[in-house]
């Protein structure tokens, strides 16, 4: 069965700690084992970093579903309505290694595709997973 | 949130200066020791060791600090090494290449017998 648990919080680097807690503590409840957790830690902190880096504003909306051998997560910009924040220069390198790292860690993913370049999502499987 | 367990320390040995890293680098305390290792190269260190023995989380933002001092130190005739063991912060490196770019060292002795 799955399990939903979503969370949106202003955008501020000093809570992506915050994000790689839930990111572990899900992939824990979902018996990834110890090297899996820190692969899912890393690659949801990478996945919002490459939304929100060089961005002022706006709130981040992350959407975790445990099933019963996977996390799948979505991860959404959303700017404010009165204040369309205006995002500076993309920082090149480190899209690219947001881009190397996640796609080492993850099973599945997509970075802000031209259709919703502000949402982002991620796919990780167990290993032993259970038939 | 994060600050509060990130500490940069600075350490001179002549003209060697050592970066050790205290905490998790990421979007949050990146910028700060990006800070510190463009005050240590303005000071004219010759030779950089980044310690990473106590730092426990890195991603690409710490890296792209990372590769901008090395990339300094190369073009200025410097050096610059890298100290880490944690077999998570090790994993990033691997993944993205980075093994083949910083001299990277086990131990803080190790480097600066190097």
Redesign the interface.
């Known amino acids: 069965m799955s399990e939903v648990i979503e969370l949106t919080m202003p955008v501020d ?6 994000v ?1 807690f839930t990111a572990a503590a899900i992939a824990a409840r979902a018996e990834f084992d110890l090297e899996e957790v ?1 692969d899912l830690r ?1 690659a949801v ?2 996945l919002c ?1 490459s939304l ?2 060089n961005r002022d504003g706006g709130r981040l909306a992350l959407c975790f579903t445990r099933d019963d051998d996977q996390v799948d997560v979505t991860c959404r910009f959303v700017p404010n309505a009165s204040d369309p924040p205006k995002r500076e220069a993309l ?1 090149e ?3 690219s ?2 881009l ?2 996640i796609d ?2 993850v099973d599945e993913h997509g970075l802000g595709g031209p259709d919703d370049p502000e949402t982002s999502w991620l796919r990780k499987r167990r290993a032993h997973a259970t038939a | ?3 509060q367990d990130f500490e940069v320390r600075e350490h001179s040995h002549a003209e060697l200066e050592v970066i050790s890293v205290v905490g ?1 680098i ?3 305390t990146a910028p700060q020791l990006r800070t510190v290792l463009d005050r240590v190269l303005d000071a004219g260190a010759v030779s950089l060791i980044v310690d990473l023995s106590g730092t426990t ?1 890195i ?3 710490a ?2 600090v990372l ?1 901008g001092a090395w990339k300094r130190t190369q073009n200025e005739g410097r050096s610059m090494s890298v100290v880490a063991s944690d077999p ?1 912060i090790l994993r ?1 490196f691997e ?3 980075l093994t083949d770019l910083f001299p990277l060292h086990g131990t803080l002795d190790e480097a600066m017998a190097s």
């Open positions: 680097p000093d809570l992506l700690m915050v790689r820190e890393l902190d990478e970093v929100i880096r920082d390198l480190s899209l290694l947001s190397q790292i080492a860690l | 949130m994060a600050e998790e990421d979007l949050a989380f991603d690409s933002t890296l792209g590769i998570r990033v993944i993205t290449g």
